[in-house]
């Protein structure tokens, strides 16, 4: 007597092999794609964490009479003043070569924050005070321990009269690292240790202003029309194909296309947040319209029905009824429109946005560059400072495109409606 | 718009005197309806009377639903429907040129197979109407056409106390009420009804027959529906309906004792359908 049910009937395990096969490549996929992901996040978010913290040398500056006229603070030479306290602190670097190189310790903005430090504390007038004053970028990287001091000096830039110097200040506690306000406060500057991401940040953000502006309501509108008002023949589905195509045109073309009408057809200002977002919003319109044309469907037609039947007009069953429940759908395609113009870098170079912005833009007119843009430029730039601030910058950008599409889906799961 | 709905209002109020006399409201000449190449309804010539019920009856896709849906011109919604002939109410043909469909249901009013209330308050979807057609304008008055209207649709006693609540959260039949409410809250002439209720439980199908027969006082009622228990129980009159025509249509009395065709008898004994 055989068992009909038994796990040993014909066929069968070669099936569950094949089913156990399928479900383990899978699985293998998942950790594999996991386990990318954590290594990129994490080497990134390793290197730019040391952009968050910036090296500072304590010394003592003498702001007696003879350098700082107590009438005039602001005329005072505070670069002389700096270089006269690193010259006390190292009596026996005589050589002109080597003075230059001890100087360089310091950052180029040493002076005009010693400067700053004076305005703050008019009581340091007169006195000998102790100040603690930015590293330079050389400096500073050497303090964060990325210098290989087992190599030759030829092999490397930072001397080792310098790493001498740096470690008798440290000995004697004269360094210290602390919390580097200026990545955020700053704008972009060809010393790395001034460097910051807050120009390219607004940057950014007065560019998505625009593109939503733009492109939201235009998007909307053309849903609109296309779901609720267009008439279903040839002419309306090959708009709807081109639409579809337009979404998978290469971000460059917009550029091109934005370069080629905005900028010199119409002389727009170039570099500008407006033409920035004028092209992203060409870029976005498809991803819109498609979300908020599959937003609109997704609204039952009883709806239409009901407000039909009690003698609405299309436009009040449309504007009253239909696009309030589709709305949330709406601005969840929107946000992760914004998302995606948020990232995009390739068109904004074809129209300008690419120069060297070291101000913050106050306007939509202003040279701006954005924040992906701002990546790139550093991530090109020669001075090894830069690595850690583009990984910053990097990390910056992913965070508000996590939030961004953390908030489309807050926003889904709050309005979402089921019928 | 506006001149056609003021006109039409006119025209409304003229008809309201010679419609005193029990005559015809509806009278279908000829009606025929095409989808695209394929056609729906053959020549159908029916008269509805005033304050009456009259039950459209026949096995699914024989065109009842459709018939009903050229009344308002619900069918103009369709892309690729056609309607020829003639839907005369109160001596107006609704497809001629200055017909407005808006002003036209804001006179036929209609009731849907699935409880379709706005997902917006009570209060809001019954007020809908009237604030659209503004045959409303205070507030006062706004009220006391919502509570009018949900206590004549039965409803006002359940829901009196949570008007602000929304209409999407009231069950299956009381969803219908709402329905009708809505409809009867712009006082049309006729309220078309589509399986009314296909889609609710034995008790609140009871209490929706029970208020289509009070409101057939005030309005003139066409009801599609699929169960011939119904059809007895609601109408006065019957239409028989049958792969896009009309077969047979009289008194329910006697089209469900002595019906005069055989697809009629095949039908309401159960042999076809």
């Known amino acids: 007597m055989t068992n009909p049910f038994s796990t040993e009937a014909a066929g069968l395990q070669g099936r569950h092999t094949s089913e156990r096969l399928f479900k383990l490549s899978g699985l293998a996929a998942i950790i594999f794609a996991i386990g990318f992901l954590a290594v990129m996040v994490g080497s990134i978010a390793w290197t730019g964490s040391g952009a968050l913290r910036e090296s500072v040398i304590q010394l003592t500056v003498d702001l007696g009479p003879d350098n700082v006229d107590p009438s005039d603070v602001d005329g005072a030479s505070y670069r002389t003043i700096v270089r006269d306290a690193l010259k006390a602190s190292f009596p026996d670097v005589k050589s002109r070569k080597d003075r230059r190189k001890l100087y360089g310790l310091l950052s180029p903005d040493a002076a005009l924050e010693l400067k700053q430090y004076v305005r703050d504390n008019p009581d340091a007038v007169g006195q000998v005070v102790n100040v603690w004053l930015l590293a330079s970028d050389d400096a500073d990287i050497y303090l964060k321990g990325g210098v290989d001091t087992s190599l030759e000096e030829s092999q490397r830039k930072f001397s080792d009269a310098e790493v001498s110097w740096v470690d008798s200040l440290t000995e004697s506690g004269q360094t210290k690292r602390q919390f580097n306000k200026r990545f955020f406060t700053n704008g972009d500057s060809r010393e790395p240790e001034l460097a910051g991401i807050l120009s390219s940040l607004v940057g950014s953000a007065l560019t998505l202003v625009i593109c939503f502006l733009i492109s939201f309501p235009m998007g909307v509108g053309a849903a609109i029309y296309l779901e609720e008002f267009a008439k279903k023949n040839r002419w309306s589905e090959f708009v709807e194909v081109n639409i579809n195509n337009l979404a998978a045109v290469p971000s460059i073309v917009f550029g091109l296309l934005g370069l080629a009408i905005f900028l010199n057809f119409f002389g727009l200002p170039r570099s500008s947040p407006l033409v920035g977002g004028m092209v992203l919003a060409l870029m976005t319109l498809p991803t819109i319209i498609i979300a908020s044309r599959a937003s609109l469907r997704a609204v039952p037609p009883s709806i239409r029905e009901a407000a039909l039947g009690i003698g609405a007009s299309r436009i009040q069953t449309t504007f009253h009824h239909v696009t309030p429940l589709a709305l949330p759908g709406m601005l969840t395609g929107a946000i992760v429109g914004m998302a995606r113009a948020l990232g995009e870098t390739a068109p904004l170079l074809m129209i300008g946005m690419v120069a060297f912005i070291a101000d913050v833009p106050k306007g939509f007119l202003d040279s701006a560059t954005a924040l992906p843009v701002q990546i790139f430029l550093w991530a090109d730039a020669p001075q090894r400072g830069f690595l850690e601030k583009t990984s910053a910058a990097i990390i910056v950008l992913l965070l508000f495109l996590v939030l961004m599409n953390l908030l489309a889906v807050v926003l889904r799961r709050k309005f979402e409606r089921r019928f | ?273």
Request: proline share 4%; aromatic share 6%.
């Open chain 2, 1 to 273: 718009m506006l001149n056609n709905s003021v006109e039409s209002e006119q025209k409304m109020s003229e008809f309201e005197k010679t419609l005193d006399e029990n005559g015809p409201i509806i009278q279908a000449k000829g009606v025929e309806v095409y989808y695209g190449e394929k056609q729906a309804l053959f020549g159908i010539d029916i008269d509805f009377q005033k304050h009456q019920v009259t039950s459209l009856i026949g096995p699914s896709g024989c065109g009842k639903s459709t018939f009903l849906r050229c009344i308002n011109r619900m069918n103009d919604l369709v892309d690729i429907a056609r309607v020829e002939g003639q839907v005369i109410i109160e001596n107006q043909d609704i497809y001629s040129k200055d017909v407005d469909v808006v002003a036209l249901r804001a006179h036929v009013g209609m009731v849907f197979q699935k409880p379709n209330p706005f997902p917006k308050s009570i209060y809001d979807n019954v007020a809908y109407g009237p604030r659209i057609h503004k045959t409303v304008t205070s507030k006062d008055e706004m009220d006391y056409v919502v509570e009018h209207s949900l206590k004549r649709a039965g409803l006002w006693d359940e829901v009196k106390d949570r008007l602000q609540e929304q209409g999407t959260g009231l069950s299956g039949g009381q969803q219908q009420r709402l329905c009708i409410a809505r409809a009867i809250a712009i006082e049309p002439k006729v309220i078309l009804m589509d399986e009314p209720c296909s889609a609710l439980d034995p008790i609140a199908t009871a209490v929706v027959e029970e208020l289509i027969d009070e409101l057939r006082e005030r309005f003139t009622i066409i009801i599609v529906t699929h169960s011939m228990q119904q059809a007895a129980r609601v109408s006065q009159k019957t239409a028989f309906f049958h792969l896009g025509n009309l077969v047979e249509h009289g008194d329910t009395d006697q089209i469900f004792t002595n019906p005069q065709d055989d697809r009629t008898e095949n039908y309401i004994t159960g042999r076809i359908g």
